[in-house]
């Protein structure tokens, strides 16, 4: 099983890494055959790339590549096929020098973050290959989710299934992925080989957790989640077929461990696949900057990661020595840039604007610019990317400023509730305390008037957090929520504000996927619209 981790577009460097693989499998494992996971050659997910003509025109070469320099094993790798009918997505056999069989996806998702009906058409056929004397049927991803392709290619005499996948990550996603598997085997009564991607990809993040399901549908081996190599899984060959001998099974992950490494990953691999030499990021002292520096320090090393800290006359002495802290506690380099002198200056600018009025969000939100103007040139003279600080309650409700706190290049907690921050941050000093406990204690402040705090903005998190979960990663109604038992003012306040914020949110920075429901490519609401429900 190559769980490995593929660059979208790069087909050269796939192919290269395809075949180093197929190599090692080979010398080292003694393998008879390779599974890559889905789209192999292009990456997942490759979108519009797919409909440039001179992008498709690359993968024959590929395969041709394949073919002459992958010998003594054989290869299911996925790709992009052109045929008669359209683009179809397949699974190539290569084996012998020749490809040797020809599979294509049957169910192309068309929800959440899945987009493959744009690109592709469906397959009707089933695909069965002879390797080292077993009948080895051939599916992809949605084919093992859905009934019909399994009992199909078990029909057309299938010992043994192999599926590739590019299944994303969120939060309960492993266990989801063994129940379909083993809905499966019931119709087929074969052995499953379940093989998966890894790495980050702009918003999605795959976790690997590659696995192998009896023909009895008892879970015998699993790879790690999150980490790359190449997992050997041995059968015992018969008249009857061919029966996995137990391997290890990997433990799963607990929520927050599970949330922790697909953030790291996630940030690790926008920031090397992009070639950034690394990142840096505002630190207030508070819960959520504190949790990003940690993530980004986990992901990178100390050593490529600067924090700056920006005390307004707003921001208290403790809010700086707990960041000062964090900083030294994780290793990173880190600046103290007061921005007083710059928010005075805009204030004189605007006076012509501001005088006669009183303060109100206008000066706070200056602020705020004042710390994207920072960290913005910082990246620019560095060359480093800005990481934004944002959690998921903050950018459902609009409770950031747009050109200010907003202003970066990737938002590693946008998809992460503050009530799950905080059990993240809990959860991180466990493995070693770098947060210090205060910050986690003390009630969370944007610090840009005197005595702020959230909960003068927004409702309980808690409340918050549960609203925001019902209406916006269930899609529940304003009165099924109110019927669910909370304040019907509470419910359309929150509805309303999400609704307004939507004009925020497609100016935000892209962050990372964990839940089912995400901002950004699951969620493509209007801006423009009546709908206020």
């Not at 266990?175 to 980050?200: K, S």
């Not at 009025?357 to 060359?383: H, W, Y």
Request: glycine share 10%; proline share 7%; hydrophobic share 40%.
């Amino acid at each position: 099983m190559a769980q490995l981790d593929f660059l979208v577009g790069d087909i050269v460097g796939n192919v290269d890494k395809i075949v180093t693989a197929a190599v090692e499998a080979r010398d080292r494992l003694q393998a008879d055959l390779i599974v890559f996971p889905e789209l192999t050659i292009t990456g997942y997910p490759p979108e519009d790339l797919l409909l440039r003509p001179g992008f498709i025109r690359q993968i024959d070469p590929a395969l041709q590549r394949l073919c002459s320099e992958i010998h003594g094993i054989a290869a299911v790798v996925g790709c992009p096929l052109s045929t008669p009918e359209g683009l179809r997505n397949a699974a190539v056999v290569l084996d012998q020098g020749e490809i040797q069989a020809r599979y294509f996806k049957q169910w192309l998702p068309n929800y959440s973050v899945f987009d493959e009906k744009r690109y592709f058409v469906p397959g009707e056929d089933a695909a069965v290959v002879e390797i080292a004397g077993v009948r080895v049927g051939i599916t992809i991803c949605e084919d093992v989710w859905l009934p019909g392709p399994v009992a199909q290619a078990a029909d057309a005499g299938a010992q043994l299934l192999v599926n590739l996948n590019a299944s994303p990550y969120h939060a309960g996603k492993g266990e989801q992925r063994l129940t379909a598997l083993q809905h499966r085997v019931r119709e087929g009564r074969i052995p499953i080989v379940y093989v998966n991607l890894i790495g980050g990809q702009d918003e999605l993040v795959f976790d690997g957790g590659s696995l192998v399901v009896g023909a009895d549908g008892v879970l015998i081996q699993r790879a790690p989640f999150f980490t790359e190599g190449l997992y050997p899984v041995n059968f015992r060959i018969s008249t009857q077929g061919a029966t996995p001998v137990g391997g290890e099974v990997a433990n799963g992950l607990g929520p927050e461990e599970g949330i922790y490494q697909a953030l790291v990953l996630a940030v690790r691999d926008y920031v090397n696949k992009n070639n950034f030499p690394g990142a840096v990021l505002g630190l207030s002292g508070g819960i959520d900057s504190a949790l990003t520096l940690a993530i980004a320090v986990d992901a990178l090393g100390p050593e490529r990661v600067e924090a700056v800290l920006m005390p307004s006359r707003y921001t208290a002495d403790m809010s700086n020595t707990d960041a000062e802290q964090e900083a030294r506690a994780l290793g990173v380099k880190y600046h103290l840039m007061p921005i007083e002198l710059a928010f005075q200056s805009f204030l004189e600018i605007l006076q012509p604007v501001l005088a006669g009025r009183a303060p109100d969000a206008t000066e706070e939100n200056l602020q705020a610019r004042c710390r994207g103007v920072l960290l913005m040139a910082i990246s620019n003279k560095t060359g480093k990317l800005v990481l934004t600080t944002g959690n998921k309650s903050e950018t459902a409700v609009g409770y950031s400023t747009l050109y200010g706190d907003m202003a970066g290049g990737f938002a590693p907690i946008k998809d992460v509730l503050k009530t799950v921050v905080y059990r993240l941050a809990v959860w991180r000093n466990r493995q070693s305390p770098v947060i210090p406990q205060r910050v986690i204690d003390r009630p969370p402040s944007a610090e840009l008037r005197p005595d702020q705090t959230d909960q003068d903005s927004l409702p309980p998190y808690d409340v918050l957090d549960a609203i925001l979960h019902g209406y916006v990663e269930e899609d529940r109604s304003v009165e099924e929520l109110i019927n669910a038992g909370f304040d019907p003012a509470m419910v359309e306040r929150v509805a309303r504000l999400v609704i307004l914020n939507e004009y925020k949110r497609r100016q935000a920075a892209p962050g990372v996927r964990i839940t089912p429901r995400a901002f950004g490519r699951d969620r493509r609401y209007p801006i423009t619209s009546g709908f206020r429900r």
